[in-house]
């Protein structure tokens, strides 16, 4: 079978992949849309917001790892299945544990498991089902993670009350519970699957491997620079230029706008030329270059422009990078989710602790630390370049190039 003409039944599997996707971002972002009525239900500040908002990335710290190599080992579709079931039973315990916050606290650490089994094994599902394809399949589940953010905090306070919001979150979840089941599978009908090997086995193969470190670390410092970039510049845009709440929140908004195209863009592009690692270097160049600029324009037309663009540059490589996993030569899709798991647990652990360390060296100075989470994103450059080059095309020129010098 031709990876460029497999089943249709893999856009059954990629709807169900964007569904959970969709679905576990939304139940998350709905706590930052109700945000001032969950602290006052729950006597809590933004701290106990922030803490309430992370939870589903704690779970994911704790469970890519495990996650992605008993997948390798015991197969997708049954520990996400796993996963998802605990994530919908945390979706309606969240809903009749409204006025408890260490319930609130449990429910979305909860709620976490089946997008963090879901993310660890993401590259070995699309790499499976999608081939040379596996970067556009990788883009557009981006692309919906953008889009149900800006749904849930747009749309979440318009259900009535929280408790409604939180309820049709859960059965919505539920929904995609139900399709995972009756969808999903671990491979295409016909395809041969390896023989299983000792769990350890699949973990030490990806550990061992310097190139999944090389991912890891550049999907690590561009998603912490990023996310700690984007947390920031709301209330540095009001301190220090004096925007309102409003324009400020519109402001940082926007950068989705640009990462929602990126997201479809980078990984078609890379398909169609079959190379992704010059692409990768020189857009993570421009990337950290307009984050730098970005807060030295002024308010106005330029800051909105600048923004898009800010969004669009930083967002080009992370579902490009994502994608690599597979096609890394001592991987491939048999230790995809194992090597999937490494590379979510470091990108976690660097998107937390990274960001924290940036505000207590640069303190008050938002213009350093913006600065400074530019200069991490900056950073990925020197792993992505210690990458081999993973495009199909790129790849034989490469083969090519070694059984002549044979």
Request: hydrophobic share 55%; charged share 10%.
């Amino acid at each position: 079978m031709k990876e460029n003409k497999l089943p249709a039944k893999r856009w059954a599997v990629l709807f169900v992949v964007c569904l959970i996707c969709f679905v576990a971002n939304f139940l998350q972002y709905q706590v930052s849309a109700w945000g001032p009525d969950v602290m006052k239900m729950l006597h809590s500040d933004a701290a106990g917001l922030s803490s309430m908002m992370l939870m589903p990335m704690l779970t994911a710290v704790f469970l890519s790892i495990p996650s992605g190599t008993l997948a390798d080992r015991y197969g997708v579709k049954k520990i996400v299945s796993i996963g998802a079931i605990v994530s919908v039973i945390g979706a309606f315990l969240r809903c009749f544990t409204l006025g408890s916050m260490p319930m609130q606290l449990i429910t979305m650490f909860l709620i976490g498991f089946g997008i963090a089994c879901l993310n660890a094994n993401l590259a070995k599902i699309l790499g499976t089902w999608f081939g040379e394809q596996t970067g556009f399949a990788m883009g557009v589940f981006y692309a919906v993670s953008c889009v149900a953010i800006v749904v849930a905090q747009a749309g979440a306070t318009l259900m009535g009350s929280l408790f409604i919001s939180y309820m049709v979150g859960a059965i919505a979840m539920a929904v995609a519970f139900v399709l995972w089941l009756l969808l999903a599978k671990d491979a295409p009908e016909g395809a041969e699957l390896p023989e299983p090997e000792p769990v350890m086995t699949y973990l030490g193969t990806a550990m061992k491997s310097k190139n999944v470190w090389f991912i890891a670390l550049a999907y690590g410092l561009t998603l912490a620079s990023t996310t700690g970039y984007a947390t920031i510049l709301p209330s540095a845009l009001q301190i220090s230029k004096g925007a309102s709440p409003q324009l400020a929140g519109s402001l940082a908004a926007v950068i989705t706008v640009g990462s929602f195209f990126a997201c479809i863009v980078g990984p078609a592009y890379v398909t169609k030329v079959g190379k992704n690692k010059a692409f990768l270097l020189i857009s993570t160049v421009i990337g950290g270059v307009i984050m730098i600029a970005n807060w030295f324009v002024p308010m106005g037309a330029g800051m909105w422009i600048m923004l898009v663009l800010n969004g669009f540059f930083t967002a080009l490589s992370g579902p490009i990078i994502q994608a690599m996993t597979p096609a890394i030569k001592e991987i491939g899709t048999k230790y995809a989710g194992s090597a999937g798991g490494v590379i979510g647990t470091v990108g976690l652990l660097l998107s937390y602790f990274l960001p924290l360390i940036v505000g207590k060296v640069a303190g008050d100075n938002w213009g350093l630390n913006l600065t400074i989470e530019s200069i991490l994103f900056l950073l990925s450059f020197v792993p992505l370049v210690l990458l081999p080059e993973t495009g199909a095309k790129g790849k034989y020129m490469q083969e090519q190039l070694a059984e002549q010098q044979a």
